[in-house]
């Protein structure tokens, strides 16, 4: 009998049915290896002369109590995972390197075990000693977490089965490997098998994993995507490496809502957590310039007011720039053109840079107003009313449409000293009688001529 091959692509997981030197689908040289095949699974022959036992079945009005929450003490951590962390629950942690996901992960292994939980931190990229030294860097030596330095996935596992952690932490994926693959680590095989007996390992004995991911240079999480379907869990730590704030981002979550943000603040003893980001993202705005424009926006369940930055300036270039930084430059070019045929109020020859202070990053609609008004502000000079907030999605007809929540952006910026709001007509405003003045419009143009006097 011919034994079957496989070969897949270490850089895209591509897969294909003999070698090559280049993958069809990533274009990527010298990426194509051979997979070891999994365990087979029962034959055709051996199915009908063996019965499985039957699958308890139940209907959708089954009661069950929610699984069991353990808080770590660190509140934007929790908000994040949910609540606190779920026992048998497979976690995948990505972001940039250098960016701090160990420096989190072991202080939320120290809170953790603080809190009564058994932790251990296995390291496949520093040794013990180097842990040890962030954590004393951090004030964390006398945490009840236990530590171990190794790659070898099957030692691991052993070491896990017979010590029955709650909490384990295995930073990182990548650096993991089975002796019975023949591939390196960091493969897609490597990563994808490592992956699965990891989460069977959690879901079996009841333990919790928390996986470090590396991110390839688009900010996806290296390796298969199969790994992000297997674990419960999917978390970002976004941010600016020359700014002090980071961003928590739950992308994925069955236990909790997805799109939560933790915001933490990096100081020189580890991530603080900041309890009301609106505050310390608008902590260092300036007296009233053209081209800032205060956003109220939702990440998750939570309001967060961001600063929008705006600066136009003449092009000697006969293509004129466009540079964004935390906003989709596609949003930014849709807004353009809709200020030119809408309103006639023309960008060219003009550069455009747009920045969300803080190292923030937006990806909802709802900003389109603001950047439209950061846009206009900056084009003709004009400062708005530093107490005044934006918000409010644009169509492709000039229209104004209203947008979720609009009562928690409004509730959010009266709390932090906001008297105005310029909002979509339509919107639910709720009750008036707070001292937030809401300034409603019905399109883009009369926006432009009443706030601007333009259009």
């Not at 994925?252 to 900041?274: Q, S």
């Amino acid at each position: 009998m011919v034994k079957s091959q496989t070969f897949s692509c270490s850089a895209c997981g591509a897969s294909h049915s003999k070698w090559s030197g280049r993958c069809e689908s990533c274009g990527g040289w010298n990426t194509i290896v051979e997979e070891a095949p999994l365990s087979a699974g029962p034959s055709k022959k051996s199915l009908g002369n063996k019965r499985g036992k039957g699958v308890p079945l139940f209907d959708l009005a089954t009661q069950e109590t929610p699984p069991p929450r353990a808080g770590s003490g660190l509140g934007e951590l929790d908000r994040v995972l949910g609540g606190g962390l779920v026992a048998a629950s497979a976690i995948l942690v990505g972001g940039d390197p250098g960016i701090g996901k160990s420096t989190l992960l072991l202080q939320a292994a120290a809170s953790f075990a603080r809190a009564g939980l058994s932790c251990i931190y296995v390291s496949g990229e520093e040794a013990s000693a180097q842990v040890r030294m962030r954590a004393q860097r951090l004030g964390l030596a006398d945490a009840p977490v236990k530590l171990a330095a190794e790659t070898n996935l099957r030692d691991i596992l052993t070491t896990l089965d017979a010590e029955k952690p709650d909490l384990a932490i295995i930073d990182s994926i990548q650096t993991m490997w089975i002796d019975n693959i023949d591939s390196a680590p960091g493969s897609v095989s490597q990563v994808r098998a490592s992956a699965h007996e990891l989460v069977t390992f959690a879901k079996r004995s009841g333990t919790a994993i928390v996986l470090v991911g590396h991110v390839t240079k688009e900010g996806q999480i290296a390796g298969p995507r199969v790994v992000e379907h297997m674990v419960d869990t999917v978390l970002y730590f976004e941010g600016e490496r020359g700014h002090q704030f980071r961003i928590l981002r739950a992308v994925k979550n069955r236990f909790g809502p997805a799109d939560e943000i933790g915001v933490f603040e990096m100081t020189g003893a580890g991530l603080a957590e900041v309890s009301n980001p609106s505050a310390l993202f608008l902590s260092e705005r300036e007296k009233p310039a053209a081209g800032s424009i205060v956003f109220s926006g939702i990440e998750g369940t939570r309001p967060v007011l961001t600063e929008i930055q705006a600066l136009v300036a003449p092009s000697p270039l006969g293509t004129p720039r466009r540079t964004v930084v935390g906003l989709d430059a596609g949003r930014l070019s849709t807004t353009l053109a809709v200020l030119e045929s809408r309103c006639g109020i023309p960008f060219a020859g003009l550069d455009v840079f747009l920045n969300v202070a803080g190292g923030m990053k937006v990806t909802e609609p709802a900003a389109d107003l603001a950047v439209a008004a950061a846009l206009l502000s900056a084009r003709e000079d004009v400062a708005l009313p530093p107490d005044t907030v934006v918000f409010g999605e644009i169509s492709l007809s000039g229209a104004l449409r209203p947008v979720g929540q609009t009562e928690n952006r409004l509730k959010e910026a009266q709390k932090l000293g906001f008297t105005q709001a310029i909002a979509p007509a339509r919107s639910k405003v709720g009750d008036k009688s707070t001292g937030l003045k809401v300034r409603q419009m019905t399109d883009l143009t009369t926006f432009v001529g009443e706030v601007f006097g333009a259009g």
